[in-house]
């Protein structure tokens, strides 16, 4: 990973520092580490992780202080976004470690590749219920892709490369590396072939469907037949950048597209993009999945917000989901044909069959194109403001009126957002809540990143992946958006941005409680607010107490222009925007609901 010539003289000078028999088990892993191309690391410093600590201000590693471990993953999680490669953590044993586990778990459910390094009390304590013990291997191996405590020193090494090689192979996930403090401080010895680094083998499973031809012209047939196509992508295809092989598939077959959370940023042709599915999707992206008669999934895994009741989900659609993990196929979801592989192999496969009948499908198609338009044209996406309807035909004319409304409306803010990042190329992170549905809906598609917890809806993920987004991205414009009850959840990362003046932009839509169970409860639970609204302590107050500027806007009339200053601010920033606590995130499927089902705007 990485360039050579970068990572020779990494690990040359490292070398040059120690004489070799000197050489203890933290000074191995931190050879390893560099030969694996690591710049950054994020952790939280402690008892267990003290020796390896100790040598990085030797190495051109940079160490990230986080305030808490959860956000070490989280800001991991961030940095394999942007750049694709692993991020690390390294933490303390017990706490350092059991306080990684939701965010672990996060990155195993939203298939982000990170690496998890922790300490160890001594090997002759382990099982003794030691100071700051836990048997984190055993608490991890659920969600991580691979874990291992390692007891022997010659089997670093390998250990090492197996777990960086492993949380991006195949489909992406994080590993777990246990290394006890002994272990840690253990003179290496005189064998230098155990720095022979490069020539270790990890065996790798492979992803590669044996029947990929037969199955591929299998699609192609039922492709052929079509005359209601729809193109469902996932999070797979942002993963393998498969950007360039979606347009042009969506162009030669000339069918609408419809994305997932996970892969808002996926696509952008104006005229076939119907935007979100599933619960807070857009009614014509719902519409066109219900009614289509073919659904090429890819890299998607039905997830149970996109489908609702599986029994009811696409009823009439011949289904085709190409996924590189085995286990997702027929998992939630029966389909006609399943396909394993990399979703961009396989795209650039099933291209070269599709561009045989390419004159015939726009052909074939262009009658659904026009239905799934005339619908767009009648449902579109909108909201009430002052009994007018805001909507996607008049959003920037609708502009002015917003802007002298007394309440703010969570969707004016995305509004504003919207025509003030447009030549940005924005990174954009959320935490969890209507704010993440407003912003996916409204911006996702947008972003150059759109980063936000799927899966397992982390609560507090926004501002820690933030910083690891920065981190990855210094350059470039990122800006995490959050809920009042979310933001709480890992505020104290603000010390972070602090520290090293990382300039990330923090916007709270602040309702005054936990907005998205207050929405639940008005639909399901007659408006019963139990541990659910209440005020919101003063978050300027505490970013400034943390050393960060921050400003609170309570009328639209304000909203533009502090906008505008948290932008071009060069400093970390928290704005608080008091939004209409009453408004709900529209259209909604219920859970286990179908299409049929959806609440839409009245």
Known sequence: MGDKSYLANLTNSYLDQLLFSEWRGADLLIFCLLKEGVKDIFGVNGGAVLEIYHRLPRTPIKIWDMAHEQGAVHAAEGYNAVTGRPGVVLVTSGPGLTNTLTGITDAYMDSRGVVVISGQVPREMIGKMAFQEAPVTAMSQSVTKYNILVTEINKLP???????????????????????????????????????????????????????????????????????????????????????????????????????????????NSELNLGMLGMHGTEYANWAVDKCDVLLNLGARFDDRVTGDPRKFAPNAKKVH?????????????????????????????????????????????????????????????????????????????????????????QHVMLELRELLAERNPIITTGVGRHQMWAAQYLGDLAEHFITSGGLGTMGF????????????????????????????????????????????IIILNDGGHGMVKQWQDTFYRSNYVASAYPSPDFVKIAEGLGVDGTRVNSARELRAELEKMIDSNKPFVLDVKVDPNEHVLPMIPPKGSFNQMICPK
Do not use: C
């Open 462 to 505: 926004g501002l820690p992946a933030a910083i690891g987004a920065k981190v990855a991205r210094p350059d470039s414009l990122v800006l995490n958006i959050d809920g009042d009850r979310s933001f709480l959840m890992t505020l104290q990362q603000l010390d972070v941005l602090r520290r090293y003046n990382l300039p990330v932009k």
């Open 158 to 268: 390998h250990e090492v490369k197996k777990v960086f090689a492993l949380s991006t192979n195949g489909r992406p996930g994080p590993t777990h590396l246990d290394i006890p403090k002994d272990l840690q401080q253990t003179l290496v010895g005189d064998t230098p072939e155990i720095l022979q680094y490069e020539n270790i083998q990890i065996e790798l499973p492979e992803h590669v469907d044996q029947e990929l031809e037969r199955k591929l012209d299998d699609v192609v047939n039922l492709l052929n037949k079509s005359r209601k196509p729809v193109i469902y992508v996932g999070g797979g295809v942002v993963t393998a950048r498969a950007f360039k092989e979606l347009d042009e598939l969506s162009t030669l077959l000339y069918a609408p597209v419809v994305t997932t959370l996970m892969a808002r940023t996926a696509y952008r």
């Open 322 to 410: 190409v996924d590189i993990d085995q286990k997702e196929l027929n998992k939630n979801v029966k389909v006609d044909v399943g396909i394993v592989g990399d979703v961009k192999y396989v795209m650039r496969r099933l291209l070269q069959k599709v561009r045989e009948h390419s004159e015939e499908y726009r052909a074939l198609h262009q009658e659904w194109v026009e239905q799934v338009n005339q619908y767009r044209k009648q449902h579109l996406l909108r909201f009430r403001n002052n009994g007018r309807w805001v909507d996607e035909n008049n959003y920037y004319e609708m502009l002015k009126e917003l802007r002298n409304s007394e309440i703010i409306k969570p």
